[in-house]
């Protein structure tokens, strides 16, 4: 992810994910690698699942307040931009 290869990352994530489902830590690195390749809804579901599977961390917490904040800023900048709610 640091290296901003996200869809390898995300690969990679997917196959450690097959084998440690409930890790929470690697959903949440799940939900960071879908999010920085610009797929939120994915992001999103990884988070909260993240969120859901065990005690959550500081950094997944942060994690998921920074989707939450980019999905309210991406909705507020579509409002001005003169677009509907309901497209």
Do not use: C, H
Not at 41 to 48: S, V
């Amino acid at each position: 992810i640091e290296s901003g290869q996200y869809a390898n990352a995300i690969a990679e994530l997917e196959q450690i994910r097959l084998q440690r489902p409930g890790d929470s830590n690697v959903l949440s690195l799940l939900g960071r690698a879908y999010y920085q390749n610009g797929e939120r809804d994915k992001a999103g579901f990884f988070f909260r699942r993240a969120m859901r599977t065990g005690r959550a961390n500081s950094q997944q917490a942060n994690a998921l307040n920074a989707y939450l904040l980019g999905m309210t800023q991406s909705a507020q900048t579509g409002l001005s931009a003169g677009q509907t709610v309901w497209g």
